[in-house]
């Protein structure tokens, strides 16, 4: 009972706002405007991200900035059952999202013109990401100086195997099937077939998504579409001649383009576009969240972001083991926290930092409910960790599988060499210099290194056979390094089912026999960010170790590549 008088006096707290505040919004509901405007900018988090409320020196945000999915979704809803509201004004400006996040967007922009409201979009620059976003509006508006860079999606794969040559490192990898392509990308001098084979199967996805959404908004045919994206990119003057969009205006003349009445401001003649919050601002009642007596239920949500390494650290570029794995416990020992999500963005990494994350997975789910949930990437390491939940989901195009391990070192000799310094090595035992990065492997020591290769892969194999419920002949034809898109990881029975970021997080309290209409969300684990560099792998990587990583992430996500679609 000692949250009653918090409760009680929080419920005051927010009746007397509103009670003081009434006067004011009554004389403003005749003013309530028929367009609110909404900016789109960023990741866009399904979730609002908590942080103080109040920051010394942070940079004011744009009143108009969209700060989560779930807020704009809830800010719709309002919108749709307003009969006097006509539509929203979208203002798209550097949005950067996951194929994941686009749809779930996508979605909500769909549900509010089913209610019969209209969705109007402006930009000044937008590009193939973000087309689609733009594209989807009732009527698309364009800066007369604006831009559409509508080119289609490039990926570009680097390898770094000539240049070890010339500075005197060589990479010695040891790996079991030749789908795990990523040793190549320090050992080959060329781009191998089952590599480009690889990226040449996600961009098909990938475009083949673009033409459908170009055909459904601008009202072309698939040939129409891929004709559009092959004369891109487009000025703004070739963009209405191509009907990509419907109309060239200034920002100034939005208001007026709108039907909105003029207001003289500073000697301007401007008709601005009201914001949501200005919006509430006319409601004699607006929506208030009461606090109750009883607390919402919780879902905790343990991310695993980043490549896998042992240790504790920084998140971001970096999932640590200890990190995640106390993040684990902690979901685990919440009493309010009734399931976990395990989202997991990430190429693999460390075989036994993997392994540990597993295992802390599984302890979890003999308490609660834990769904695991794959929005860009859960691959090699990475799903590893994932098969220790009751179920895994999956968007339709993440990066799902590459099942296989790889074992190597790297050899500094030559560049020692070069450099004049001379290093002997001296051993008792035959695999003693095993880990020395003075030279290559022995016979022996190779001979060694593949019986590692083959014990871990088939390890590997036991583990997500019985995860998924399947011998591990069936496992070995799926794995051997082969990457799948979501659809096609469902298809080889690797994931459970597609869906959304919402819709995995009310089925995790579905399992959990909680309520699944209204809960919070709670993150555990994080840090400070830690950046990556191509010095700490190779620090990293200075003794044989067991790696999982996901074939695709060197080719579309980073490491030295150009990446033109996430």
């Not at 289609?152 to 070890?164: H, I, K, M, N, S």
């Not at 969240?289 to 009883?294: A, E, I, K, S």
């Not at 098969?387 to 391990?405: D, F, L, R, T």
């Not at 004049?420 to 001979?447: C, D, K, M, V």
Request: glycine share 10%; proline share 5%.
């Amino acid at each position: 009972m000692l949250r009653l008088p918090f409760v009680l006096l929080a419920n005051l707290f927010l009746g007397l706002r509103l009670l003081l505040g009434l006067p004011f919004r009554v004389m403003a509901v005749r003013q309530r405007p028929a367009w609110v405007r909404f900016r789109l900018a960023g990741s866009l988090p399904y979730r609002p991200r908590r942080g103080p409320r109040f920051r010394l020196g942070a940079p004011p945000v744009e009143p108009a900035t969209v700060t989560s999915l779930e807020d704009f979704g809830r800010a719709l809803r309002i919108l749709a059952g307003d009969a006097k509201v006509e539509g929203i004004l979208l203002e798209v400006e550097g949005l950067s999202l996951t194929d994941a996040r686009r749809e779930a967007l996508l979605a909500l922009l769909s549900d509010f013109q089913a209610a019969g409201k209209r969705v109007v979009s402006w930009a000044v620059m937008v590009d193939t990401n973000e087309y689609p976003v733009l594209g989807a509006a009732d009527e698309v508006l364009l800066a007369p100086m604006g831009r559409v860079e509508l080119v289609g999606y490039a990926a570009e794969a680097t390898v770094l195997g000539e240049a070890f040559d010339r500075v005197g490192i060589h990479a010695h990898f040891a790996r079991r099937g030749d789908y795990k392509t990523a040793p190549e990308f320090f050992t080959d001098g060329t781009v191998s077939d089952i590599q480009r084979q690889t990226l040449e199967t996600f961009l098909d996805e990938r475009f083949a998504v673009l033409v459908d959404s170009l055909s459904r908004s601008r009202g072309k045919t698939p040939e129409e579409a891929k004709a559009l994206i092959d004369a891109g990119p487009y000025s703004a003057k070739r963009a209405l001649e191509a009907g990509l969009v419907d109309g060239l205006v200034h920002e100034a003349d939005l208001g007026a383009h709108l039907g909105l009445e003029s207001k003289k401001k500073d000697g301007d003649e401007e008709a601005p576009v009201p914001t949501f919050s200005a919006y509430l601002a006319t409601q004699a009642f607006p929506p208030v969240r009461w606090r109750t007596l009883r607390r919402r239920p919780r879902l905790a949500v343990v991310d695993v972001t980043g490549i896998i390494v042992p240790g504790s650290g920084g998140a971001g570029r970096f999932a640590a083991a200890d990190t995640v794995v106390k993040a684990l416990r902690k979901a685990g020992r919440d009493p309010r926290a009734k399931a976990v999500v395990l989202a997991v963005n990430s190429p693999g990494g460390s075989g036994l930092a993997s392994e540990q994350m597993l295992e802390a997975v599984k302890r979890v789910a003999k308490q609660k409910p834990v769904i695991a949930y794959v929005d860009q990437m859960c691959a090699s390491g990475g799903y590893m960790a994932a098969i220790g939940a009751k179920e895994i989901w999956s968007a339709p195009h993440a990066i799902v599988g590459s099942i296989g391990v790889f074992i190597g070192k790297f050899e500094y000799g030559g560049l020692l060499e070069k450099l004049g310094i001379q290093r002997t090595t001296l051993t008792r035992g035959q695999n003693a210099a095993f880990g020395s990065n003075s030279r290559g492997f022995t016979p022996h020591e190779r001979a060694a290194l593949e019986r590692e290769v083959e014990e871990s892969y088939q390890s590997f194999l036991e583990l997500v056979a019985q995860a998924r419920g399947r011998t591990k002949e069936e496992i070995h034809e799926r794995a051997e390094g082969r990457v799948y898109s979501g659809l096609r990881a469902r298809d080889a029975g690797l994931v459970d089912r597609i869906g959304g970021f919402e819709e995995v997080c009310r089925h995790a309290m579905e399992e959990a026999r909680a309520p699944s209409d209204d809960f919070e969300i709670i993150r555990y684990g994080g840090g400070a960010r830690s950046k990556l560099s191509l010095l700490k792998l190779l620090t990293a990587a200075a003794h044989p170790t067991t790696y999982a990583f996901c074939t695709a992430a060197w080719g579309l996500w980073g490491f030295g590549t150009s990446r033109r679609f996430d």
